[in-house]
């Protein structure tokens, strides 16, 4: 299946033939909020703050044209339309991850702006390191879902659902921009907790073993003057 002409690179590449499909502004972004679950329209619209009505109807129609995304009802009493990744679509998973990892490093990214669920659990998969001090399991209650993060030597995990609660050894309250900022924007646990930002219940231990394991990568060097 060919992309719309007027939207093609026109390139043998298949690099070329990704931004075909994903290079469109927000589209990404909006795979990146579907890679935990699928979504009513109004879930990614709270999702993805800034995007318009308009431009989130025009990607998801494009992302289902080409296969990436599924629009399907669900059952009564529900009866509402959601939009999930097809197999296909979640395999940009890694794509994101890595591009996040590489992004990382522009001494150009800006710290402490807003930042989705889905944005905050795929940088903490993207820039964790296993630390060699027996690894945490944190719930993080956030008004927009309850997810645990646990990390080991073996790497990182993210669950959801109550099952996954039982073996959490801390829990951290408080939105996903303000975790963000803790893990990457240099805000301490204590300012956050004194400003009523955040709460945080259980294993202390467990959970500055969480704060240590996600450093930023250096800057890039040697730009340009």
């Known amino acids: 299946m060919r992309t719309e002409k007027s939207r093609s690179y026109d390139d043998g590449c298949a690099t070329a033939h990704a931004l075909d499909l994903i290079g469109e502004r927000w589209a990404l972004l909006v795979v990146r909020e579907l890679l935990f679950g699928?979504?009513?329209?109004?879930?990614?619209?709270t999702d993805l703050r800034t995007i318009s009505p308009n431009v989130l109807t025009q990607r998801l129609?494009?992302?289902?044209?080409?296969?990436?995304?599924?629009?399907r009802k669900l059952p009564p009493p529900a009866a509402s339309w959601i939009y999930e990744l097809t197999?296909?679509?979640?395999?940009?998973?890694?794509t994101i991850v890595t591009l996040g990892k590489w992004a990382a490093r522009s001494p150009f990214l800006e710290q402490g702006l807003p930042i989705?669920?889905?944005?905050?659990?795929?940088a903490m998969r993207a820039m964790y390191r296993p630390q060699d001090d027996?690894?945490?399991c944190i719930c993080l209650d956030m008004p927009d879902g309850t997810a645990?993060?646990?990390g080991t030597a073996e790497g990182f995990d993210i669950q959801f659902g109550d099952e996954a609660l039982?073996?959490?050894?801390?829990?951290?309250?408080?939105?996903?921009?303000?975790?963000d900022s803790i893990l990457f924007g240099g805000v301490s646990v204590e300012a956050a907790v004194k400003a009523g930002d955040a709460r945080i219940t259980g294993d202390m231990s467990a959970m500055a073993k969480l704060l240590r394991a996600f450093?930023?990568?250096p800057a890039a060097t040697g730009l340009a003057p």
């Open 38 to 45: 699928p979504k009513r329209f109004t879930d990614l619209r």
């Open 61 to 71: 129609e494009a992302l289902e044209a080409t296969g990436i995304v599924r629009r």
């Open 87 to 94: 197999e296909w679509g979640s395999e940009l998973e890694d």
């Open 116 to 122: 989705s669920r889905a944005g905050l659990l795929l």
């Open 134 to 136: 027996g690894g945490f």
């Open 148 to 150: 645990v993060v646990s």
């Open 166 to 179: 039982k073996s959490a050894q801390a829990m951290f309250s408080g939105t996903s921009s303000v975790l």
């Open 215 to 217: 450093p930023m990568p």
